[in-house]
């Protein structure tokens, strides 16, 4: 039977004010303003690569519900659950960014607590949707929030499974959320019913305890829960404005891993969403491709490549923009032409 959705996404909108080009926060007089949010990125990713995505989330019922509204849309995201908030105190979670330039790192603060997403309730969506799409996703940020958020995303990660979606979780630890072993506590009750993990090597040290070289702490997750996929992205960054970028995944049904040469001396212009644009490569090379983590691991590479080029959170790349990256980086020699015209 076909889904109406190949994925949905959980997670709070979020609003993005960040000064003017490499601005201080602290003096600059102009804000810009940017819609954002992980599991949004990813479902504007997957979706302007070809796949049928959905959000769920809760916004005020306000004007700036309704930017978000719109900005989902604009990218043709369904909007079907989207629930809206008409209390006179509810509010949309903000966060301030600004750039870094060596030697001064970039900077976030967070003001997203206490946003009407935090009250979102299973109950308040009908029993169709979670026999709407193949795969479903969300991240430990949601599971962070708080314990109303955390309760309510188990709660749809078990529905989803029960009704045969593929679930897809990233770690996505955020110190200022919460503790390495609140996250461990929390993830662990849920990664028997996770298909798809998202975990860098770093954060399976520090919050899980992993030990061993990248590939025997992805197999591990496997042996110890019935994940089918395991993929850890890897990130050199040379100065805030320089990276390179690869990734692994490891296959548990084939014990076979992927990988392939890294993306070197990225020109980053705004790395933010750059993890969230390497999961929807990554699901949409395997729900496009039925589970092929060779197309997963290109598409993923070169979509977080691109996304440290643009501004903003979001993607901004077509399928045709991404295959193009990835020609020219599979290309062993020959001429590579510097515009496209």
């Known amino acids: 039977m076909d889904k109406k959705f190949d994925l949905l996404t959980l997670g709070q909108a979020l609003l993005r004010l960040s000064p003017v080009r490499d ?11 940017q819609v954002g949010g992980a599991e949004l990125n990813v479902a504007v990713g997957a979706s302007l690569l070809g796949l049928k995505t959905g959000v769920i989330t809760k916004l005020p019922s306000h004007e700036m519900g309704a930017y978000i509204k719109n900005t ?11 629930i809206y908030d008409s209390n006179k105190d509810a509010r949309v979670g903000i966060y301030f960014y600004e750039n870094g330039a060596y030697p001064r790192k970039p900077n976030v603060i967070y003001d997203r607590k206490n946003s009407c997403f935090e009250t979102i309730s299973v109950n308040e969506f009908s029993e169709d949707m979670y026999k709407s799409t193949t795969c479903f996703h969300t991240t430990g ?5 708080c314990e ?42 849920i990664l028997p019913f996770v298909d798809i993990f998202f975990c860098s090597e770093d954060t399976a040290r520090l919050t899980f305890g992993k030990r061993g070289d990248v590939g025997e702490i992805m197999k591990s997750f496997t042996e110890e829960y019935p994940i ?3 993929a850890s992205t890897q990130r050199t960054v040379h100065s805030p404005k320089v990276h390179d970028f690869g990734s692994v995944i490891y296959n548990a049904y084939q014990d076979k891993y992927y990988t392939e040469k890294p993306y070197k001396a ?11 644009a390497y999961i929807a490569g990554a699901l949409y090379g395997l729900l ?21 080029t643009i501004p903003g959170d979001v993607p901004s790349s077509n399928l045709n923009d991404i295959d193009n990256i990835i020609a020219d980086h599979n290309m062993t020699d020959g001429y590579k032409s510097e515009m496209n015209r």
Do not use: P
């Open 23 to 33: 601005d201080r926060l602290v003096r600059g007089d102009t804000l810009i303003r």
């Open 72 to 82: 989902v849309r604009s990218y043709g995201i369904s909007d079907d659950y989207i």
């Open 141 to 145: 940020i949601t599971l962070a929030l």
């Open 148 to 189: 109303k958020s955390r309760e309510n995303a188990i709660e749809m990660i078990k529905k989803f499974k029960d009704n045969g979606s593929i679930i897809s979780f990233d770690v996505n630890f955020r110190a200022n959320l919460w503790s390495g072993e609140e996250a461990r506590d929390t993830i662990e009750k």
């Open 228 to 230: 089918s996929i395991v």
């Open 266 to 276: 990225i020109d980053v212009v705004d790395r933010i969403g750059s993890g969230d």
């Open 288 to 308: 496009h491709y039925r589970l092929d983590c060779e197309k997963a691991l290109a598409y993923g590479n070169a979509y977080s490549t691109v996304k440290n």
